[in-house]
C-alpha cells in the first residue's frame, strides 16, 4: 500500500526521495509528496497521480550540502486523494510520514480541535504531526515529546518524523507496519518500507520489529523497544535484486501476496470494530433507509465474494438479497425498484461490466454502494457511498488478498446491517467481532500445510478435470478455487454445489476427475459427507479439507479447529490458493502472468 522513504546526508536529497518512492510504486497510490529540512528550513512539495507529477511541482528546487529528507506515496484510507491529504503533514514546525491506520484518531482529533489546533486535512496522519508538537510544549527534548506521542497512539504504524529544532534528525516507530534503517560506508542514513527502495543505496539494514522506535541524527542511530530499553544495533547484509527485493523473498507475487493476507485483513479491520459494534465512518445511517431489498452485481472473483455475501445478509440482517453477474444484468432489462440498495464489487472499480451496471442503477434512482480497493477509481467517484477493502496493490492476476478482503467487508456489513435492523442479538454480534478480530491470525499460513500442497500438487497433474464442491458459503468458496484453478494452471475445473452432484455431474465420476471437497466442521458437516461418499463410491480421486478425519479420501489436508464456520471458510480459502499455485508451478506456468488474462478487466 504506502510507501515510505527517509534520508540524512549530504548528497541531492530531492533525487534520493523521489528514486526511493519510485521503487516503491509497484505497492500502488494515488499521491506522493517529500519534505526536505536544510539549514532549519523546510521546503514541501505534493502532486495527486504519479511521480512525474511531483517531480514537475520540485523541479526547480535543489539541495546543497547536508539535508534531511522524508517521502512517501499514499494510497488514501481516510480521505479522498487530494494535495491537503498527501504526505507528509505539516505542523508548525514538523513534518511527518505515516503508513498504517491510527484507530483513535478521531478522539485525538477532536481532543486537540478543543485546544485550538487547526486541521487542514481529512487524514488520520495529520493527528501525529500536532499531537507531537502539542506534547512539544511541556516536553524537555523533542525525543521526550516523540515517545509521549507514540504512547497515545491506538492502530498501526510506520512513522518518520522531522522537527525544525533537530535539524539533523529523524524519528522513526514501528508497529504493525514495515520499517528498514539503511546504511553505507559513506555516512549516510536511509529509510523505507521495504527494501526495494534502499537497494543500491545502502550496504546493511535493520528490519525494525512491532515496538521498536527511535532516532537516527548525524551522531548515530538510537533504537529502543517498546519497554523504553536501547537495543542493541544489528544490521544484516541488504540483497542487491530489486525484483527479488519486491517479492521480498516469495517465488512469486502470488505467493507474497497469499501470505500477506494476515496483515493485509489486519488493515481491512482496523477502526472498523468499535466496543460491541462494526464502524464504518464512510457509511451513514440514511443510505440504508427505506431499503427493503440488495442487490449485489459483479464480475469474476468478486461474484463469488457476492455470493458469500448473499448468505451472511439473508442469515444476519434478514434482508432479501440476490446476486448478479454484471456482464449479464447489463442487458436483461432487469426489474429495479426504489427500495433496493446496489451494491456493486470490484477491485479495481474499473471493472467496465460493474461500471455500466452502476450506471444503470444511478439512472433508476437506486441507492448504490460500491466495495473497491482503488480509491478515486470510477465506481467510487460514482457511488452514493464506498467501503474500501484497504488490500493494497495486487500484482498477481489471479486474485488472492483482494477476494478475501470483499468478503472480510461483507462480512461485517452484514452485522452492521444486523445491528440497524435489530436482527441479531448484541451477545451475537459481540460473538462475531471476537471472531473477527481472531480472522488475521486464521489465514496465517501453516508451512507444514504449504510444504504437503507441494509435494500433493504432482498428483494432480493429469485427468480429465476437478470438481470444487461445498455447501452454503463454501459453495462460492468452491467456484473461487475452480477459478483460481483454471486461471493459472490452464486446467479444467467448476465448482459446484455438493448436493448438486446427483442431479447430472456425478456422471462424470471416475478415477481421473479429482474432486476437492470442502467439509467445515460448523455448517452442514454430515450432509456434506454423505455427498462427498457418493462421488467416493463411484471411484472419483477425492482430496478433502477439513479439520476432521475423512477416512473416504484419498488425500487429506487437514485445517485447524475453529469455533465457527467463517474462519474455517479463510482457512480453507488459504488451503485452495495455495495448491492452485503449486499445481500451476509444478506445471511450470507463470502464475503471476496466466495466458490470456488481464488484471483490470475495462471492456466488455
Request: charged share 25%.
Amino acid at each position: 500500500m504506502c510507501g515510505i522513504v527517509g534520508y540524512i546526508g549530504v548528497k541531492p536529497v530531492k533525487q534520493i526521495l523521489i528514486d526511493g518512492l519510485r521503487e516503491l510504486e509497484y505497492r500502488g497510490y494515488d499521491s506522493a509528496g517529500i519534505a526536505v529540512l536544510q539549514g532549519g528550513q523546510f521546503s514541501l512539495f505534493k502532486a495527486v497521480g504519479k511521480l512525474v507529477n511531483l517531480e514537475e511541482k520540485a523541479h526547480n528546487f535543489e539541495s546543497t550540502g547536508f539535508a534531511v529528507g522524508i517521502g512517501h506515496t499514499r494510497w488514501a484510507t481516510h480521505g479522498k486523494p487530494t494535495e491537503l491529504n498527501a504526505h507528509p503533514h505539516l505542523g508548525a514546525n514538523s513534518y511527518v510520514v505515516h503508513n498504517g491506520i491510527i484507530e483513535n484518531y478521531q478522539e485525538l482529533k477532536t481532543m486537540l480541535s478543543n485546544e485550538g489546533v487547526q486541521f487542514l486535512s481529512q487524514t488520520d496522519t495529520e493527528v501525529i504531526v500536532h499531537l507531537f508538537e502539542y506534547l512539544l510544549k511541556e516536553a524537555s527534548t523533542p525525543f521526550e515529546a516523540f515517545e509521549k506521542t507514540l504512547s497515545m497512539l491506538h492502530g498501526a504504524y510506520a512513522i518518520l518524523l522531522v522537527n525544525g529544532s533537530a535539524s539533523d534528525t529523524i524519528f522513526f516507530a514501528k508497529y504493525g507496519s514495515p520499517m528498514i534503517i539503511g546504511r553505507n560506508s559513506e555516512g549516510e542514513t536511509l529509510f523505507g518500507s521495504s527494501d526495494a527502495a534502499l537497494i543500491g543505496k545502502c550496504h546493511e539494514v535493520i528490519y525494525l520489529e512491532d515496538g521498536h522506535y527511535g532516532y537516527a541524527s548525524t551522531q548515530g542511530i538510537k533504537l529502543f523497544d517498546e519497554t523504553h530499553h536501547e537495543i542493541h544495533l544489528r544490521f544484516t547484509p541488504l540483497s542487491e535484486n530489486k525484483l527479488s527485493a519486491q517479492k521480498e523473498g516469495y517465488r512469486f507475487f502470488m505467493e507474497k501476496e497469499i501470505y500477506e493476507q494476515s496483515r493485509v485483513l489486519a488493515d481491512t479491520l482496523l477502526g472498523r470494530l468499535k466496543g460491541e459494534s462494526v464502524y464504518f465512518e464512510e457509511l451513514n445511517n440514511d443510505l440504508f433507509e427505506g431499503i427493503n431489498e440488495i442487490k449485489l452485481c459483479a464480475c469474476g472473483t468478486s461474484y463469488h465474494a457476492a455470493l458469500v455475501a448473499s448468505y451472511l445478509l439473508e442469515r444476519h440482517a434478514k434482508i432479501r438479497t440476490s446476486v448478479e453477474i454484471a456482464s449479464e444484468f447489463r442487458y436483461r432489462e432487469p426489474l429495479l425498484t426504489p427500495d433496493t440498495l446496489f451494491i456493486v464489487i470490484s477491485q479495481s472499480g474499473e471493472t467496465a461490466d460493474t461500471l455500466e451496471s452502476l450506471k444503470m442503477a444511478k439512472r433508476n434512482s437506486l441507492k448504490t454502494l460500491v466495495i473497491c480497493n482503488v480509491d478515486n477509481s470510477s465506481m467510487v467517484r460514482l457511488a452514493d457511498a464506498s467501503i474500501l477493502t484497504r488490500a493494497g496493490i495486487e500484482k498477481g492476476v489471479a486474485s488472492t488478498k483482494a477476494f478475501a478482503t470483499q468478503v472480510c467487508v461483507l462480512w461485517m456489513l452484514s452485522l452492521h446491517l444486523g445491528k440497524e435492523r435489530h436482527t441479531l442479538s448484541q451477545a451475537e454480534i459481540q460473538r462475531q467481532i471476537a471472531l473477527l478480530r481472531a480472522l488475521p491470525s486464521h489465514v496465517l499460513v501453516d508451512s507444514g500445510i504449504h510444504e504437503q500442497l507441494r509435494r500433493l500438487s504432482k498428483r494432480y497433474l493429469h485427468g480429465h478435470g476437478f470438481f470444487f464442491i461445498g455447501r452454503d458459503v463454501f459453495y462460492p468458496l468452491a467456484l473461487e478455487g475452480a477459478l483460481k484453478l483454471k486461471e493459472i494452471s490452464y486446467l479444467h475445473a467448476e465448482g459446484y454445489p455438493s448436493g448438486e452432484m446427483k442431479h447430472g455431474p456425478i456422471a462424470l465420476a471416475d478415477p481421473e476427475l479429482f474432486t476437492i471437497a470442502l467439509l467445515p466442521e460448523h455448517k452442514l458437516y454430515d450432509k456434506t459427507k454423505s455427498n462427498i461418499e457418493e462421488l467416493s463410491a463411484r471411484d472419483s480421486t477425492i482430496c478433502s479439507i477439513s479439520p476432521l478425519d475423512f477416512d473416504k479420501a484419498d488425500d487429506h489436508i487437514r485445517t485447524a479447529h475453529s469455533d465457527d464456520y467463517m474462519l474455517e471458510f479463510f482457512e480453507m480459502m488459504v488451503v485452495l490458493q495455495l495448491l492452485s499455485m503449486e499445481i500451476a508451478i509444478r506445471l511450470g506456468n507463470d502464475v503471476d502472468m496466466p495466458r490470456n488474462l488481464a488484471k483490470s478487466v475495462t471492456v466488455e
